[in-house]
């Protein structure tokens, strides 16, 4: 069992920066995979980024690479999400999740914990 909460959202100008956080509960978090994910309005939800238990393995969605940056802290049972170069198109709420298998996975039914979301909305 493992509770996560987001924040961080926001509201931002299209070329900026914002940085998400999901601080999550619980001693076994340090053995999860986690992720991030994001779904606009109107559409699907959307991967975004994983990392490893350990942190040493990442996976980005092709439309993030080299703007957004995933990392953890499993001392203090964090997990970021740096956001930048940020465009309108990035607009959703953003959602956290935790795999206790580890498996690193763009798929949405591979985790089994979410977080209630956070707003980002980047204007244009």
């Known amino acids: 069992q493992v509770q996560l909460v987001e924040s961080g959202g926001g509201l931002v100008q299209a070329g900026g920066s914002l940085r998400l956080s999901c601080a999550a509960s619980g001693r076994t978090f340090g053995r999860y995979a986690m992720a991030w994910f994001r779904q606009a309005p109107g559409k699907e939800r959307e991967f975004v980024a994983a990392i490893s238990k350990s942190g040493v393995t990442t996976y980005s969605a092709d439309s993030v690479k080299g703007r957004f940056t995933i990392s953890r802290d499993n001392v203090v049972n964090t997990v970021y999400l740096q956001m930048n170069s940020l465009k309108p198109e990035d607009t959703a709420v953003y959602y956290c999740?935790?795999?206790?298998?580890?498996?690193?996975?763009?798929?949405?039914?591979?985790?089994?914990?979410w977080g209630q979301g956070t707003q980002v909305t980047v204007s244009s």
């Open positions: 999740a935790a795999d206790p298998y580890n498996s690193v996975s763009s798929r949405g039914t591979a985790y089994d914990y």
